[in-house]
């Protein structure tokens, strides 16, 4: 058996970029970084930070491009996916590696958790204040179980 899984928690490190394909599916392209601390073997703390240049598709697509910023914490899941091209000017071969998104979840921000696994619905988020931009906003009240109609 074979296993190509990738899963990261990390920063965005720049604002999603949503485009249409020719089938008209939407895909959006995204770079994350995570930090990793250890210690050398002086004994002194080290941080370093890899960058990871990560793409989803369709409804998740739509989703990331929508609530995910510069900055904003998510996690995600997906697969490593090398793709690679002729450059139009010197027809030098480049390559790059993605992460293509199977399901992720926003990252908890300042104490407000939030959730979105794929393009399911998202999670409740009572802390956020009209001066949240970009972020959805939930009625105060409790959802009583017998308003549900099934």
Known sequence: ???NKVILYGNLTRDPE???LP???QVANFGMATNRTFK???GQKQETTEFHNVVAFGRTAEVIAQYCKKGRPIYV???LQTRS???KEGG???YRTEIIVDTFQFGADGG???SLNGAAGAAHDEQSSPSDEGEIKYPDEEINPEDIPF
């Open 40 to 42: 050398d073997k002086n």
């Open 77 to 79: 899941e997906g697969r």
């Open 1 to 3: 058996m074979y296993l």
């Open 112 to 114: 407000r958790p939030g």
């Open 92 to 94: 030098k071969k480049n």
């Open 23 to 25: 089938s008209g599916s």
């Open 85 to 87: 091209w002729d450059d």
């Open 18 to 20: 949503l485009k249409a």
